[in-house]
Every structure is written in C-alpha cells, then in structure tokens.
C-alpha cells in the first residue's frame, strides 16, 4: 500500500489574510511540500498539468524532475497528464526522459481534465474528449513498447516508421493510472489495458466511488488480467488535521468557504459528511481512511489533497508531519486482513522483476544491417526497394 500526496498547483488567496502567493512562491512551495513528503515517510508525490491561471503545473515533467534531483525515496507521479491535449509522442518521449532521470522512481495518471478552454487552446474539441483519451493512449502504449511504429488515425498527423526516444529504462514502460471522477470509459480503459484506475474520490459520495472501482474491477478481470480484487486501485482524498478536532474546524472552515472549488457551496459539515473530506483529529483521519476499503475493497495506492484552498506553506508542512505520524497505524491497519494475493502497488522494480529482467530494446535486423541498410530502413523504404539498392 502506498501513501502520498497530489497537487493540483493552484494559486489562491488565503482569506485569512488577504495575501496571495507569487507564482514563483506557489512553484517552490511544490518543492518544498514534496521534500517534507519524503523526509515524514510518504511514498508518493503527484503533481498536475494545467495550462490556465491561476494553476502554476503547466509544465509537471520539470517539476517532477526537479524534485526528484533533491529526494532519493519518493516515488514521483502526476495528478493528472492531460492525455488529450497532449501530443502522445511529447508524453512518450518527456516521460520516457523522466524515467531515465529519476532511474525509474516515477509513473504517471492519465486523465481527460475538467478545464473546457484548455481543448482549442491545443487544437482539440471538448466534444472528443473521450475519443481523444482513448486514441492519444493507444497510441502512446505502442510507442512504449514497439521500437518501430507506424500509425494513423483521427487526432494527429500519421507516423512512419517512428521511434520514441529515448526507450524505456530496462525495456520496461512506466506504470500508468488512468484517473477519472465520473467517466466509466475511463475504467474500461485501464481495466482493458491492465493498467491503474485512479478515482479521484475528494468530491462524490462513496457510492459513486463504489461503482466506479467495481466497474473496473470486473472489466479487468474480464480482460484476462487476474482476478476482480487483484486490479491496481488507487483513490483520492482530502483531510484537515489538528490535535483537537474543534480546533481542525474552526482553522479549516474559514478555508473551506471561500475555497474557488468549494466554497459558498454546502457546508463544511454536510460536505464532510458526503464525501471522504475529513476535518477533525488525527484518530478521525485514521479511522475514516481506513474505512474507505469497506467499499472499494484493498487497493494500492492512497494519495490526499493538502496544498490547497489558499493554505500557507507552513500550514501544509504542519499537515504533513501530523499524516507522517499517522502512517504506522495506516500501513498497519491496511494490512490487516489483506489477502496474500492481493498485488502490491506496482514500481519499477516489481515491473522489471515481472518481466524477467531488464531488457533492451534493439531492433537485431536494424542491428546487423549495414550503415546505408540502416538508413534506409529508417527512412521507411519498402523490403522490396532495400534489397535492390544494396545489392
């Protein structure tokens, strides 16, 4: 089971104060966040993609490599990768990149995101959203796994006899979740690929949460990928913690109704009671964490969102230190009465294991082909055209 953190990378006034952070404050603060995950024990930190104010994660690849130069542990993720406004070939390469830096301690979400300007700003219509996701991943699953790809279809131009540099460390992909609030598409998705279903969980209720997880897990098992409770969950959520829980409320309050996502909404009290959001002491956090596997089952990965909403840096360190004292009786309660064949959260290393080994992907006929063979290859000559001009 892994535990962490994801940002989305807003930058919001704190009403408390009055004051709102630099983007250049709001883009250190991520950096600053991240190191403090590591140092209390957390496993994950996710960061997002948005391309519009007032969001500063535009550009998640640097940041996350940015990180990843100053911690040794944590596993760095994204919350999420917008695989529809995303050119697949940038996603393949930028990652792939990512991968080599980080020497495979990274992974990544990808999701359709919930920002309709951000699709004609890329060239892309909203109204294909879904179509986007499915095409863009296809062909961004290819490029992770063949040397040599040509492809066409509806949303970009056609690729000949294209190789996605560079190729994954060890000859092993990244591990992908596919995130998604309220598009069961998207578990179909994962679950056809065996690959993660992410729900993000922080504003539905824990019936909608229950049908997406299951939708999922019974098209995983259907596609062959094991068995309903062995497919790879992962689930959002939200909690504000202090030693009392009437001091959690009063702090968090003034917070929760001014929040751009949130606020002058319902309540703080009837929101918490609808969702996973938690404001309350930490034995409150515990218990209502773990009662999220009531009806999701044991799942792998548990991620919250904490910078948000216009708290102060100091504040989100202070969060932090409290869920690092947390994490034994988190870690141990999760594992109570897990099933022994119940996966753990895959990692780079479990997947190379998985595979037998590293392995390098290289091409043998390019290999021993002659200097001029390879080029024309490359060029995406035809059989037929090589052996004539070579002979």
């Known amino acids: 089971?892994?535990?962490?953190?994801?940002?989305?990378?807003?930058?919001?006034?704190?009403?408390?104060?009055?004051r709102t952070p630099s983007e250049h404050e709001r883009i250190k603060a991520q950096v600053e966040i991240a190191k403090k995950a590591e140092e209390v024990g957390l496993d994950?930190?996710?960061?997002?993609?948005?391309?519009?104010?007032?969001?500063?994660?535009?550009?998640?690849?640097?940041?996350?490599?940015?990180?990843?130069?100053?911690?040794e542990r944590?596993?760095?993720?994204?919350?999420?990768?917008?695989?529809?406004?995303?050119?697949?070939?940038?996603?393949?390469?930028?990652?792939?990149?990512?991968?080599?830096?980080?020497?495979?301690?990274?992974?990544?979400?990808?999701g359709r995101g919930n920002t309709g300007p951000v699709y004609p700003w890329f060239g892309k219509d909203i109204r294909e959203g879904i179509n986007l996701a499915v095409e863009n991943y296809a062909l961004l699953h290819r490029l992770w796994r063949e040397d040599v790809v040509d492809w066409q279809g509806r949303f970009r131009t056609p690729l000949q006899s294209f190789t996605a540099t560079p190729r994954p460390l060890d000859g092993v992909p990244p591990f992908v979740w596919h995130g998604s609030i309220r598009s069961p598409e998207v578990a179909e998705q994962a679950a056809y690929y065996g690959d993660g279903f992410f729900s993000n969980h922080i504003f539905w209720p824990a019936s909608?949460?229950?049908?997406?997880?299951?939708?999922?897990?019974?098209?995983?098992e259907h596609?062959?990928?094991?068995?309903a409770d062995q497919a790879i969950v992962g689930l959002g959520g939200q909690f504000f913690m202090r030693r009392n829980s009437q001091d959690a409320v009063a702090e968090f309050r003034r917070y929760f109704d001014n929040a751009p996502v949130y606020g002058h909404g319902p309540s703080l009290e009837d929101f918490a009671a609808q969702t996973p959001l938690t404001v309350g002491s930490p034995q409150e956090v515990l218990e209502r964490t773990l009662a999220f596997r009531e009806y999701v089952g044991d799942y792998q990965r548990q991620l919250f969102l904490i910078d948000h909403a216009g708290l102060p840096l100091k504040t989100v360190?202070?969060?932090?230190?409290?869920?690092?004292?947390?994490l034994p009786d988190l870690r141990a309660?999760?594992?109570?009465?897990?099933?022994?064949?119940?996966?753990?959260?895959?990692?780079?290393?479990?997947?190379?294991?998985?595979?037998?080994?590293?392995?390098?992907?290289?091409?043998?006929?390019?290999?021993?082909?002659?200097?001029?063979?390879?080029?024309?290859?490359?060029?995406?000559?035809?059989s037929s055209a090589r052996t004539d001009l070579t002979v």
């Open 1 to 18: 089971m892994q535990f962490g953190i994801f940002s989305v990378g807003d930058v919001t006034t704190d009403p408390t104060t009055g």
């Open 44 to 71: 994950v930190v996710a960061v997002g993609q948005h391309h519009n104010p007032p969001f500063v994660a535009s550009s998640p690849t640097t940041t996350m490599a940015y990180i990843a130069a100053q911690t």
């Open 74 to 110: 944590i596993i760095l993720s994204t919350s999420t990768t917008l695989i529809t406004t995303t050119d697949p070939v940038r996603i393949a390469e930028d990652y792939g990149t990512l991968q080599h830096l980080t020497d495979g301690r990274m992974d990544l979400m990808l």
């Open 208 to 220: 909608h949460t229950r049908q997406m997880v299951e939708l999922y897990r019974r098209r995983f």
């Open 223 to 227: 596609y062959g990928h094991g068995t």
């Open 317 to 326: 360190l202070e969060q932090l230190d409290l869920l690092g004292e947390l």
């Open 333 to 382: 309660g999760f594992a109570e009465g897990r099933p022994a064949h119940v996966p753990d959260a895959p990692t780079h290393a479990s997947l190379v294991a998985a595979a037998g080994g590293p392995r390098r992907h290289v091409d043998a006929d390019l290999a021993a082909a002659t200097p001029f063979e390879q080029l024309l290859r490359q060029a995406g000559a035809p």
